[in-house]
């Protein structure tokens, strides 16, 4: 007998709630089935150990990260500097349930670096890291790591930042993109 295909995403649906709520240390299959309405054994059906829901998990935001970003490259087309653009506004969204899932998943990730693999996988692929990238290139990675700094700063309350300076942070950072982007582009176009 084959698991309604609908299981699967309830079983995630109720784990990402779990998670945003009480954390990825307090997610156990006795609570996601009642949480999902889904029995233990079909729970454990789709994924054996905690450590494949996890990574179903993590798979999941990625995939809406990558989701977010696409809307962000289409609205973007044809502007110099498009990819880090879409890249810092995907990272910069107010978005709090993203935060809470991320917050949820921070101890178990510190606890199995393993659970990130699908980010790692998903940066090799769309955002591969050559060490000998011409200077364009590597000015565009800073503007990535810098976006993604601001991410995890708000993200650990390592710094709260001034009224209004959030938001000339990020202004400053598309301010380069689009400058670096335009010379990207001027240098593709003498080449």
């Not at 079909?42 to 054996?48: N, V």
């Not at 202004?171 to 335009?182: M, T, Y």
């Amino acid at each position: 007998m084959t698991r309604p295909p609908k299981a699967r995403n309830k079983i995630l649906d109720a784990a990402e709630r779990i998670v945003k709520t009480h954390g990825a240390a307090k997610l156990t299959f006795e609570e996601l089935s009642q949480e999902s309405g889904v029995t233990r054994g079909g729970i454990t059906y789709h994924f054996p150990t905690k450590e494949l829901l996890l990574q179903a998990l993590v798979r999941r935001d990625v995939e809406h990260w990558s989701s977010r970003q696409a809307c962000h490259m289409a609205d973007l087309e044809g502007e110099p500097g498009a990819e880090v653009l879409a890249h810092l506004r995907t990272t910069t969204d107010d978005d709090p349930e993203r935060q809470r899932f991320v917050g949820g998943m921070l101890g178990a990730v510190a606890h199995d670096p393993s659970l990130l693999e699908p980010v790692r996988c998903f940066l090799r692929e769309h955002q591969p890291i050559d060490p000998q990238m011409p200077e364009r290139e590597l000015r565009m990675w800073v503007l990535r790591l810098a976006a993604d700094g601001l991410f995890w700063m708000e993200m650990l309350k390592c710094t709260e930042l001034p009224s209004g300076m959030r938001e000339r942070v990020v202004a400053e950072i598309e301010k380069l993109a689009r400058e670096w982007g335009q010379c990207t582009k001027t240098i593709e176009r003498s080449e």
